[in-house]
T-cell receptor
């Protein structure tokens, strides 16, 4: 069965430090992969997506993610976090043979230390 | 261009009451979705509509019904609310399914 795992429920990072959020998926076909961000009390905003091509994708707000097929991973990175990056981050995979339904990870809450 | 809008923003219901959550999009998208979000569980798909006139069950459809009123609007109905339906409900839309755009959510408390 398809699934998405975000192993870290919470991550705490100092402002200015680098960030990596982990995402592993289980899906038999070529995945369509997404990262969304949710600020407190808000809806979800698309950060970036991978459909095909270059395995390193750039997104908004200085985020990037790398697709590694051999590791079934799509980790999100940022070189230097800002206090405004404090939010919850969700990884998702689209089931392309089922109207692109999204399977979601449980989310990682990012806490920024001043 | 408002994107995806949802009403109401907040609602408190008593067990057994009914209500309809409204969703509308102005992006001319074909597909629309209803999710619920519960702490530690990510988002779970309740129902979706791949195109006007069609609806399909998602992962957690029990206790809910939907109507795709037209291309713009997709409503979610709780016929007899239960405390287990306390959640945050999100509507989303997409052109053909790949990239989904979300509304701000409806926070529902069932007492």
């Amino acid at each position: 069965a398809q699934s998405v795992t975000q192993p870290d429920i919470h991550i705490t990072v100092s402002e200015g430090a680098s960030l990596e959020l982990r995402c592993n998926y289980s899906y038999g076909a070529t995945p369509y992969l997404f990262w969304y961000v949710q600020s407190p009390g808000q809806g979800l905003q698309l950060l970036l997506k991978y459909f095909s091509g270059d395995t390193l994708v750039q997104g908004i707000k200085g985020f990037e993610a790398e697709f590694k097929r051999s590791q079934s991973s799509f980790n999100l990175r940022k070189p230097s976090v800002h206090w405004s990056d404090a939010a919850e981050y969700f990884c998702a995979v689209a089931i392309t043979d089922s109207n692109y339904q999204l399977i979601w990870g449980a989310g990682t809450k990012l806490i920024i230390k001043p | 261009n408002a994107g995806v809008t949802q009403t109401p923003k907040f609602q408190v219901l008593k067990t057994g009451q009914s209500m309809t959550l409204q969703c509308a999009q102005d992006m001319n998208h074909n597909s629309m979705y209803w999710y619920r979000q519960d702490p530690g569980m990510g988002l779970r798909l309740i129902y979706y509509s791949a195109s006007e006139g069609t609806t399909d069950k998602g992962e957690v459809p029990n206790g809910y019904n939907v109507s795709r009123l037209n291309k713009r609007e997709f409503s979610l109905r709780l016929e007899s609310a239960a405390p287990s339906q306390t959640s945050v409900y999100f509507c989303a839309s997409s052109v053909g399914g790949e990239t989904q755009y979300f509304g701000p959510g409806t926070r529902l408390l069932v007492l």
